[in-house]
């Protein structure tokens, strides 16, 4: 069980859905009659450990995301903070924006989220200072150079697919974020890794998938 530690959860909308290819945001498609944004944002709201939660958006996205929380009417504090350029900057911004000692991230473009994985990514921080969600990856992944010839093949019980929601210590996610304010990361994991923190990996399932593309889209009202 968590101790009495203050726990903030960051839900990512503020993305550009580029690879999506319809010329908006995902997060606002609506999926058996609520918006995709709504299933993480009822998750995290009903979750026992989480006593507030941010939403990074784009400024000019503001009043639908506002709509969205009236509709839904969350019972928790909700802040909407403004995203930057790219998902590191956006988780910056939230972070640095909350005194909580732990925040739990999530793209909100991940609508089959469980609390399951909340209440242990958060569980998880009595003994790690981060934590993900991951499934085993089912293919052989392999690395290659940039004339595309493979250097190497990962192991593949060794080899994981990262998922969200991650958690962390705040105080240490600021700090390697101020630390490593130029690295080229796809997760606040790997700004952890930098330094040598252990990141602990918590399996998952396959349906926690997040949507890119517009296929995708079809998939998760499948699922659901």
């Known amino acids: 069980?968590?101790?009495?530690?203050?726990?903030?959860?960051i839900?990512?909308?503020?993305?550009?859905?580029?690879?999506?290819?319809?010329?908006?945001?995902?997060?606002?498609?609506?999926?058996?009659?609520?918006?995709?944004?709504?299933?993480s944002l009822n998750e995290f709201n009903k979750n026992k450990y989480i006593d507030n939660i941010i939403i990074a958006i784009k400024e000019t996205e503001k009043d639908k995301v506002e709509k969205i929380i009236?509709?839904?009417?969350?019972?928790?504090?909700?802040?909407?903070?403004?995203?930057?350029?790219?998902?590191?900057?956006?988780?910056?911004?939230?972070?640095?924006?909350?005194?909580?000692?732990?925040?739990?991230i999530h793209d909100?473009?991940?609508?089959?989220?469980?609390?399951?994985?909340?209440?242990k990514c958060i569980e998880n921080m009595n003994s790690v200072k981060g934590?993900?969600?991951?499934?085993k990856s089912k293919d052989t992944i392999k690395i290659a150079d940039?004339?595309?010839?493979?250097?190497?093949?990962?192991q593949r019980p060794n080899t994981w697919v990262i998922q969200t929601p991650q958690c962390f210590d705040r105080n240490?996610?600021?700090?390697?974020h101020n630390k490593y304010e130029n690295a080229d990361v796809t997760d606040d994991c790997q700004l952890l890794e930098l330094d040598n923190y252990n990141?602990?990996?918590?399996?998952?399932?396959?349906?926690?998938?997040k949507i890119t593309t517009f296929e995708d889209l079809g998939i998760v009202e499948g699922l659901m």
């Open 70 to 104: 009236t509709q839904e009417k969350p019972t928790k504090n909700i802040k909407i903070v403004t995203g930057g350029d790219t998902r590191k900057q956006s988780v910056y911004n939230c972070i640095t924006s909350t005194d909580s000692d732990i925040v739990i």
């Open 199 to 209: 990141v602990k990996i918590i399996e998952g399932d396959y349906t926690n998938i």
């Open 108 to 119: 909100g473009a991940r609508p089959v989220i469980k609390q399951e994985y909340i209440n």
């Open 131 to 135: 934590a993900t969600i991951g499934v």
């Open 146 to 154: 940039g004339n595309n010839l493979v250097v190497n093949t990962t």
């Open 11 to 39: 839900i990512l909308v503020a993305g550009n859905s580029t690879r999506y290819g319809q010329k908006r945001n995902k997060n606002f498609e609506i999926l058996n009659g609520k918006t995709v944004l709504s299933y």
């Open 1 to 9: 069980m968590i101790d009495t530690r203050t726990v903030t959860a």
């Open 172 to 176: 240490v996610l600021v700090k390697m």
